[in-house]
C-alpha cells in the first residue's frame, strides 16, 4: 500500500503567489492611477483596452466593471431584448444566462456533450424557432467549444453568435485567439481568472465598428460627450485601478497559462485511477485550464479523502443552470439536458494556478490514484 505523507493545505485557488510576484509594479501602477486620479474609465483602462484586442487580435475592446455586465451590454448591442429567445449552455456559471435574461429576453438551455463537456452543437437546430436571435457558445474551463459546428447552425438560421470567453483569455481555437469567432465576445476579469484584475472588471472584444460604438455609449449612461445621452444606458464602466493591474498582469498571461498547461499536462499523463475521468481535449482545441475538472461517481466521498490529505477541489458547478430556481417558471425539469445534470452531480475541479509547485502537483495525483486503490 502507498504511503501518502500530508503536507500543507493546496486549496483549489491561490491568488497570493501571483501578487507577491508582481507587488512592485502593481503599486507602482496603482500611484500612477492616484496621482492622475484616473479612478474611473481613463488613460489606463484606454490603454488595456488597446492591449487587450491586440492580444485577441481584434479590432476592438471595450472595458466594462464586470463579466457579468460584458454579456448583458452585448445582448443590448445585438438588439436582443423582451420577445426573444437566446441558446446558451446548461452547462455553464449562470451569468450566461444572466445576460440574456436581463434585457426581458428568455434564455433557451441546451445540453452539453459527454465528453468535451461543451455546449453540444448538433442539439442547437431542436430549440431554434421564430424568436431565437442567438446562441451564446462557452469556453468553458479555458477550452474553446467546437466554434464551426456552432457557426455553421448560426449561419443556417441567420443567427447571432456570442462568445462568452470569460474563462479562457489566451485559449485558441484552431491557431487562433477566442475573442474574434462571434460578432462579440466577452470576458470576465474577476480576481480568480486567468487574467484577474485587482477587483471587479470585463471586456467585450469585436471587429464590428458600430458594435464598439455602441457599447460605449451604453457602458456611460448611454453618453459620447459628456451630460449629452442619446439612449437609456448604463454605468458600467472598468475602473482605473483595474485597467491599471490588468494592464500588468497580461504581460504575464502566456507564461501564466503556459504553466497551467503544463500542470494540466501532468494531471494527464500522472492520474490513472480508473474511478476519475477528465475533460476530452479535441485537437482545435488549446486550452488554457482555468479549471481542470473531473468527474467521479462517489464525489463526496472522493472529497472527503482529498481533505484528509490537505487537498481542498472546487465544484464548477453543483447545479446546471435549467435547474437553477430563478429559472423554475421556464418549466425545465431533471432529465431535459441529462449531460450537464450528470456533470453537475459528479464533477470537482483539482486546484489549478500557475503557482501550483511540482511537489503539489506531484501530491495530488499521487492522493488522487491512491484513492478506492489502497
Not at 500530508?6 to 507587488?23: F, N, S, W
Not at 474551463?141 to 449561419?155: A, H, K, L, R
Not at 459620447?224 to 504575464?252: C, T
Request: net charge negative; with cysteine.
Amino acid at each position: 500500500m502507498q504511503t501518502i505523507a500530508i503536507q500543507e493545505k493546496i486549496p483549489c485557488l491561490d491568488l497570493r503567489g501571483q501578487h507577491q510576484q508582481i507587488k512592485s509594479e502593481i503599486f507602482t501602477a496603482f500611484e500612477k492611477v492616484y496621482e492622475n486620479t484616473a479612478f474611473s474609465g481613463g488613460p489606463f483602462v484606454e490603454e488595456f483596452e488597446k492591449h487587450f484586442a491586440a492580444f485577441c487580435q481584434t479590432k476592438y475592446a471595450v472595458g466594462v466593471n464586470n463579466g457579468t455586465s460584458a454579456l448583458h451590454l452585448a445582448m443590448l448591442a445585438l438588439g436582443i431584448g423582451v420577445g426573444d429567445e437566446v441558446i446558451v449552455p446548461a452547462n455553464t456559471f449562470i451569468a450566461t444566462a444572466w445576460g440574456v435574461s436581463y434585457t426581458g429576453a428568455t434564455p433557451v438551455f441546451v445540453d452539453c456533450t459527454p465528453n468535451t463537456w461543451q455546449i453540444d452543437a448538433s442539439k442547437i437546430e431542436d430549440k431554434i424557432n421564430s424568436r431565437t436571435k442567438a446562441v451564446v457558445g462557452v469556453h468553458l474551463y479555458g477550452q474553446p467549444f467546437d466554434v464551426e459546428g456552432v457557426q455553421s447552425v448560426c449561419q443556417k438560421y441567420g443567427l447571432y453568435l456570442l462568445e462568452d470567453a470569460a474563462q479562457a483569455q489566451g485559449a485558441q481555437y484552431k491557431g487562433a485567439p477566442v475573442g474574434g469567432f462571434g460578432e462579440l465576445a466577452c470576458f470576465s476579469f474577476y480576481p480568480g481568472k486567468n487574467l484577474g484584475a485587482c477587483g471587479e472588471a470585463g471586456g467585450i472584444t469585436t471587429d464590428n465598428e458600430r458594435y464598439y460604438k455602441h457599447l460605449l455609449s451604453l457602458r456611460n449612461h448611454g453618453s459620447m460627450v459628456r451630460y449629452y445621452h442619446d439612449m437609456v444606458g448604463f454605468n458600467m464602466r472598468m475602473g482605473g485601478l483595474e485597467g491599471a493591474s490588468l494592464n500588468v498582469k497580461l504581460k504575464y498571461l502566456p507564461e501564466w497559462n503556459k504553466r497551467r498547461r503544463e500542470i494540466a499536462r501532468r494531471y494527464q499523463m500522472g492520474i490513472t485511477n480508473p474511478h476519475l475521468q477528465m475533460q476530452a481535449q479535441p485537437d482545435w482545441a488549446d486550452s488554457i485550464y482555468h479549471l481542470f475538472v473531473v468527474t467521479t461517481e462517489d464525489r463526496g466521498e472522493l472529497i472527503k479523502y482529498l481533505n484528509g490529505h490537505n487537498i481542498y477541489p472546487g465544484l464548477h458547478y453543483p447545479v446546471p443552470c435549467h435547474l437553477q430556481k430563478a429559472y423554475v417558471d421556464l418549466g425545465y425539469k431533471k432529465g431535459d439536458c441529462p449531460h450537464a445534470e450528470y456533470l453537475a452531480s459528479h464533477c470537482l475541479s483539482l486546484p489549478m494556478y500557475a503557482e501550483l509547485t511540482d511537489e503539489d502537483v506531484h501530491q495530488v495525483i499521487g492522493v488522487l490514484n491512491s484513492y478506492r486503490n489502497a
